[in-house]
């Protein structure tokens, strides 16, 4: 049984650049979110997809956006990057059933010059 | 706004107890969640607490008082493999995934 998965594991971009980054859930779940941790920090919460729609974001701005596929995979987009943008995006997935219970990808650390 | 608050480091021997305490200021709480993340890692699911009161898995136990808007990890027998960050997370609704996790403390088990 597959857990969650990211691609790429390490990306350099150097700003105003545009990156996606790519997450399929572990099998059986449906509801993916993104995070954004910082050296040192815990996670951000971006926003989270179910159903192929957007249902819940956090405190982030328009540059983050996302999809989600009809197989459940995910996407994160980040447009304009900033230095500031430089951390490890996390992606988790869970079921609707067990929302309490989130399971983490290894995460692709993005690095912005 | 939100904040929780997590002891940035603990140092413990191994086999003995350590408690990491988390206290909360959010609009909404649903619950609160502990979350382990060695470097490098993924952050790995530990324990959930919806209700006030003590919930044990294992070597892992974690409590909940909501009126205290405080709750603590427990781990007792303490391994070297326990060394890692450990971080609390409160769930803010039950539609969606809105956690907001603490800082973070970092657990140093020493031989």
């Known amino acids: 049984d597959a857990g969650v998965t990211q691609s790429p594991t390490h990306l350099i971009k150097t700003r105003g650049q545009q990156v996606t980054l790519r997450c399929s859930p572990k099998?059986?779940?449906?509801?993916v979110s993104w995070y954004q941790q910082a050296l040192g920090q815990g996670p951000q919460f971006i926003f989270q997809?179910?159903?192929?729609?957007?249902?819940q974001r956090g405190n982030f701005p328009d540059r983050f956006s996302g999809h989600q596929f009809p197989n459940y995979s995910s996407e994160l987009n980040v447009n304009a990057l900033l230095l500031g943008d430089s951390a490890l995006y996390l992606c988790?997935?869970?079921?609707?059933?067990?929302?309490?219970?989130?399971?983490f990808g290894p995460g692709t650390r993005l690095l912005v010059l | 706004g939100q904040s929780l608050e997590q002891p940035s480091e603990v140092t413990a021997v191994e086999g003995a107890i350590v408690q990491i305490n988390c206290t909360y200021q959010t609009s909404g709480f649903y619950g609160l969640s502990w979350y382990q993340q060695h470097d490098g890692g993924a952050p790995t699911f530990l324990s959930y607490?919806?209700?006030?009161g003590l919930e044990e898995t294992g070597r892992f136990s974690s409590f909940l008082s909501r009126s205290d808007s405080y709750g603590y990890l427990l781990l007792q027998e303490l391994q070297m493999k326990d060394s890692a960050s450990y971080f609390c997370a409160v769930r803010r609704g039950n539609y969606g995934q809105n956690f907001v996790f603490g800082p973070g403390t970092r657990l140093s088990v020493l031989p």
């Open positions: 607490n919806g209700l006030d």
């Open positions: 988790a997935s869970s079921t609707p059933g067990h929302q309490e219970t989130q399971y």
């Open positions: 099998s059986g779940h449906d509801t």
């Open positions: 997809y179910y159903e192929e729609e957007e249902r």
